[in-house]
C-alpha cells in the first residue's frame, strides 16, 4: 500500500475506526487516509493514538446518501473501502436496518461503480450466536434463521450482501471480518459497563458457574486484522483466498467470563473474598423479574434476560483461518489491553 | 489405621482401592522361561523402586526388559551422581564414560559408598549388562545414546559452580535442567516405544512431546519438594521466577512471606500447565494399551499433585502428598484417553475456580486453563450445529483414534464393576444372614 492507494475508512472517527486510522497511519510507506463519517474525528484524542489528525482527510456525510458517498469516492479516489460503522447495541430496529443494511447496500453500489478494488466489512462474530452456547466456533458454523437479536440480524443481512458482492471479473474483491467482544481505548459499552456494576457494588454477584469460555478482542488487533484483509485483497498472489470470505478476529485467548469482569475490577481495587454464585436458572428469573419491575417503574432494569443470557453463554471461537489466510497474530494481550483501556478512561476525554 | 480411615471418608476412593488390589488383572502375565541374570535384575529393580517394579511388569513383554533395563542403567548412573563420597574427578569420569561401558560385558563399579542404598546395582552391574546385550539392537542404541547425554549433563553440572552455589537461575535453565533430569527419560522411552510400533512416529520426531512428558513431571517434583530440597541444601526454584517473591527462597517459608510464597507456587504451576497439550497430543498418539497406561498413569497423578500444591502453603513448610485412595482411582480412570481427559479437566477446573482476584498471575491463569479447555473442545468436537463437520486437524484425528481403542478397554471396566457390585452383595447377604440368625 502507498500514497497513491488511498484508503477510506467509513466510519472513521468513532470507536473502532480511530484504531483502524492509528493501524493505517502506521503503515510504511503511509497509504493517503481519508475518514467519512457523520461527525469529525474527536478534537481531543486519547495519548494513545500517535496520528496525525491533521494528516487524515475527513468528510462528513450519510452512509445511506447516495450522493454523500458518490462525492467522498469523487474526491478521494480510495481504492480501498474500509466499512466499520455501525450503530451500538441498544438501539431501536429501525437504526440497524437504516445504517447495517441500507446504508450498506448503497456504499456496496456507489464503490462498485466508482472501481474501488478492495471492500472490508467489518462484520460481527454475534452474526453466529442466538443465545445457544458456542464451542470454539469456526466459519463453517451457520448463521441462525432466527437471529438473537436486531443488531445480529442486520449485520448478519449485511454480511452476506458484501460477501455476495465479491467479484473477480469486476475487480471489486471483499471481506468481512467478524470480531468478537471489541475492548479498548474509546469503548463505551465493554470495560465502562463492568466498572459501573463494581461501582455499584454489584461485583459480588456472579451469574452462572463461570465455566463459560468467552472471547474479547482488544480493538487495536481488530484494526490489525483489517490492514491485513486490505494487504492480502491488493496482492494478486493472495488475493483470490481470501477474497468473499468472513473471518472471526479474536485476541485467541478466550478466558472464563468472570474472569475478565474481575480483572477490570482488581484494577480498580474491587476485589470481593466472597462472591454470591447464582447459577443461570436463577439468573434468568432475575433478570425477568428486574425487568418486569424496572418497566413498572419507568427505569432502566440493570439486569435484564438478555444480559443474564449473555453473561452465562459460553461463546468462543476458533481464528484458525484468519490466522492461516491473513497472517492474523494478536500483537496485544488481553492483560495488556486492559491496562491500556482503563489509562484511557483516566485520561477522562 | 490413618490410612483406614481417610479411606473409608471417601468412599469413592475406597472403592477404586479395592477394585485395584482384588479386583483389576493386569493385561499380561509374567513371563517363564526366564534367565537367573533377568530374574536378578527384577529383583534389582523392585529393591530400588518398588512401585515403578509395579509399573514395569505390567507393561507388553516387547518392551518390559528393555524398559526395566533402561531404569536400572539410569538408576545406576543416578546412584553414582548422587553419592557426595565419591570425589568429584572420579565422579565425573565415570559420567562421562559409562555409555561405554555398556559395551563391556564385565564392568562394575565399587566406588560407592556403604551407605548409598543402591549401590548393589553398580556392584552387580555385570548381571545387567548381561541381559542388557539380549535386547535387540535398536533397543541398545536408545538406551545407550541416552546414558551417554544424562552422563554428560550430571557431569556439566557438578562442575557448574554457579548452579551448585545459587541453584537454577532462569525459567530457560529451569526448563533446560529438567530436560537433563526427566526430558532425556522421555526421549529414550519414547524412542522404545516407537521402535517397538507402540507409538506413532511423530512423537519420536517432535521433542517437543516427548519434552513436555518429562518436563511436566519433574516441575512437578520440583514444585512439591520445595522443603524437602531446602532442607537438603539444595533448591531448584528459578531464581528468575522466586526472586519476584522473595530476597532468599528461603524466605517464602517464613509466616510474614507466607502469601508471596503461595503467589509464587501459582506461577511455577502456571508454567507446568503449559506442558499439559503437548501431554494430550503424545497420549494420543500411543496404540497399545499397556504402553498407554504406563505412560498416562504419571501425567494423571501429576496434575492431581499440581492441583493440589496450587495455592497451598503448606508446600513451603512440609511434604504434601495425594491420598492413597486418590492414587488407586486415578490409575482406574486413567486407562483411556478419555478418562485421562477428564481427569486433566477436572484439575485444571479445580485450580482455576481457587485462583485468588489478587494473585498477580490471575488472568494468566485463567486463560491457560482456557487454552488447554479449547484444546480439548478441539479433540472432541462434539458440540457442533447441525450440518458443521468437524475439523479434521491432526489432533482431532489423533484423538479419535484413541478413542477408538478406548472402546476395547470398557468391557473390563464394566467387568470390575460388576465383579465389585456382586462382592459386595454377597457380602451384604452373608452380613445380613448372620445379624438374622443371632437375632
Redesign the interface.
Given at each position: 500500500m502507498s500514497n497513491e492507494c488511498p484508503i477510506l475508512l467509513i466510519g472513521g472517527a468513532g470507536f473502532l475506526g480511530l484504531h483502524l486510522v492509528q493501524q493505517f497511519y502506521d503503515l510504511t510507506p503511509r497509504p493517503r487516509i481519508h475518514v467519512f463519517d457523520v461527525r469529525p474525528i474527536p478534537e481531543k484524542l486519547s495519548k494513545q493514538f500517535t496520528f496525525d489528525p491533521r494528516e487524515v482527510i475527513f468528510h462528513q456525510g450519510d452512509l445511506t446518501s447516495s450522493e454523500d458517498v458518490s462525492n467522498v469516492l469523487l474526491k478521494s479516489k480510495a481504492q480501498v473501502v474500509v466499512h466499520s460503522a455501525s450503530p451500538m447495541h441498544g438501539n431501536a430496529q429501525n437504526v440497524y436496518e437504516h445504517v447495517n443494511v441500507k446504508g450498506t447496500r448503497n456504499l456496496l453500489d456507489v464503490s462498485k461503480k466508482f472501481g474501488v478494488k478492495a471492500f472490508v466489512y467489518t462484520s460481527s462474530a454475534g452474526v453466529i450466536f442466538n443465545g445457544?452456547?458456542i464451542?470454539?466456533a469456526?466459519e463453517?458454523?451457520?448463521i441462525p434463521d432466527i437471529a438473537m437479536d436486531g443488531y445480529n440480524e442486520t449485520k448478519a443481512i449485511a454480511e452476506n450482501m458484501v460477501l455476495k458482492a465479491n467479484s473477480v471479473e469486476e475487480n471489486f474483491l471483499t471481506v468481512a471480518l467478524r470480531p468478537a467482544g471489541i475492548f479498548g481505548p474509546g469503548d463505551r459499552q465493554l470495560v465502562p459497563g463492568l466498572r459501573n456494576v463494581a461501582k455499584l457494588g454489584q461485583s459480588k454477584f456472579q451469574l452462572g458457574d463461570?465455566?463459560n469460555?468467552f472471547d474479547w478482542t482488544y480493538a487495536g488487533n481488530v484494526a490489525d486484522a483489517h490492514v491485513l484483509a486490505t494487504q492480502k485483497l491488493l496482492n494478486p498472489e493472495t488475493a483470490l483466498k481470501v477474497a468473499g470470505e468472513a473471518f472471526f478476529i479474536t485476541n485467541d485467548?478466550?478466558?472464563?467470563f468472570w474472569?475478565?469482569a474481575?480483572?477490570v475490577?482488581?484494577a480498580d481495587g474491587y476485589?470481593?473474598e466472597n462472591v454470591i454464585v447464582l447459577s443461570k436458572p436463577v439468573a434468568l428469573l432475575a433478570g425477568y423479574l428486574s425487568e418486569f419491575f424496572s418497566k413498572l417503574l419507568g427505569k432502566e432494569p440493570g439486569l435484564t434476560p438478555f444480559r443474564a443470557k449473555i453473561v452465562c453463554a459460553t461463546r468462543?471461537h476458533?481464528v484458525?483461518k484468519a490466522k492461516e489466510l491473513l497472517d492474523y497474530e494478536p500483537r496485544v494481550n488481553?492483560?495488556e489491553g486492559i491496562e491500556k483501556t482503563l489509562a484511557w478512561m483516566d485520561e477522562k476525554i | 489405621m490413618v490410612k483406614a480411615l481417610e479411606l473409608l471418608s471417601n468412599p469413592v476412593e475406597l472403592k477404586a482401592a479395592l477394585k485395584l488390589k482384588y479386583i483389576r488383572q493386569p493385561l499380561f502375565g509374567p513371563r517363564d522361561a526366564v534367565s537367573p541374570e533377568l530374574t536378578r535384575c527384577y529383583q534389582l529393580l523392585k529393591a530400588t523402586s518398588r512401585s515403578f517394579a509395579a509399573v514395569i511388569q505390567e507393561l507388553h513383554p516387547e518392551l518390559r526388559d528393555a524398559v526395566m533395563l533402561f531404569y536400572l542403567v539410569l538408576r545406576a548412573l543416578d546412584t553414582v551422581e548422587d553419592d557426595m563420597s565419591i570425589e568429584p574427578q572420579l565422579k565425573i569420569s565415570v559420567l562421562r564414560s559409562f555409555a561405554e561401558k555398556l559395551n563391556s560385558t564385565d564392568w562394575s563399579f565399587d566406588g560407592n559408598s556403604p551407605e548409598e542404598k543402591d549401590r548393589i546395582v553398580l556392584v552387580e552391574f555385570p548381571c545387567i549388562l548381561h541381559e542388557y546385550h539380549q535386547l535387540r539392537p535398536q533397543y541398545r542404541r536408545v538406551i545407550q545414546d541416552i546414558t551417554d547425554k544424562m552422563g554428560n549433563g550430571m557431569a556439566h553440572y557438578i562442575l557448574d559452580e554457579q548452579f551448585n552455589l545459587q541453584g537454577v537461575q532462569t525459567v530457560k535453565d529451569y526448563d533446560l535442567y529438567c530436560h537433563y533430569v526427566a526430558g532425556l527419560v522421555g526421549e529414550g522411552l519414547t524412542h522404545l516405544i516407537v521402535e517397538a510400533g507402540f507409538g506413532e512416529p511423530d512423537i519420536d520426531t517432535n521433542p517437543q512431546l516427548y519434552e513436555s512428558m518429562g518436563l511436566f513431571l519433574q516441575k512437578t517434583n520440583i514444585i512439591r519438594d520445595y522443603a524437602e530440597d531446602l532442607a537438603d541444601g539444595r533448591s531448584f526454584w528459578p531464581r528468575e521466577v522466586w526472586s519476584k517473591y522473595a530476597e532468599k527462597l528461603p524466605d517464602l517459608g517464613d509466616v510474614q512471606h507466607r502469601q508471596k510464597g503461595v503467589n509464587c507456587i501459582n506461577e511455577l504451576v502456571l508454567n507446568a500447565l503449559s506442558h499439559v497439550i503437548d501431554i494430550f497430543t503424545y497420549l494420543s498418539s500411543i496404540n497399545e494399551q499397556t504402553t498407554f497406561q504406563f505412560c498416562a498413569i504419571p501425567q494423571v497423578m501429576a496434575i492431581a499433585t499440581l492441583a493440589l500444591v496450587f495455592n497451598n502453603e503448606k508446600v513451603l513448610t512440609e511434604n504434601v502428598k495425594i491420598r492413597k485412595g486418590t492414587t488407586c482411582e486415578l490409575i482406574l480412570k486413567s486407562r483411556t484417553l478419555h478418562g485421562c481427559i477428564s481427569i486433566f479437566r477436572h484439575y485444571v477446573?479445580d485450580i482455576?475456580?481457587r485462583v485468588p482476584?489478587?494473585d498477580p498471575n490471575?488472568?494468566?491463569v485463567?486463560?491457560q486453563?482456557?487454552?488447554i479447555?479449547?484444546h480439548i473442545?478441539?479433540m472432541y468436537?462434539d458440540?457442533?450445529?447441525e450440518?458443521?463437520?468437524p475439523?479434521e486437524t491432526i489432533y482431532y484425528k489423533k484423538a479419535q483414534k484413541r478413542f477408538k481403542q478406548d472402546g476395547k478397554v470398557l468391557p473390563l471396566e464394566q467387568d470390575e464393576e460388576y465383579k465389585f457390585n456382586m462382592a459386595l452383595t454377597v457380602l451384604f447377604t452373608i452380613v445380613s444372614a448372620i445379624y438374622f440368625y443371632v437375632k
Open positions: 445457544q452456547d464451542h470454539n469456526d463453517t458454523w451457520p463461570n465455566n469460555l485467548e478466550p478466558a472464563y474472569a475478565l474481575r480483572t475490577w482488581k476485589i470481593d468462543y476458533n484458525t488481553i492483560e | 477446573r482455576k475456580s482476584v489478587h490471575y488472568l494468566k485463567n486463560i486453563v482456557a487454552r479447555e479449547q473442545e478441539e468436537q458440540k457442533l450445529p450440518g458443521v463437520k475439523r
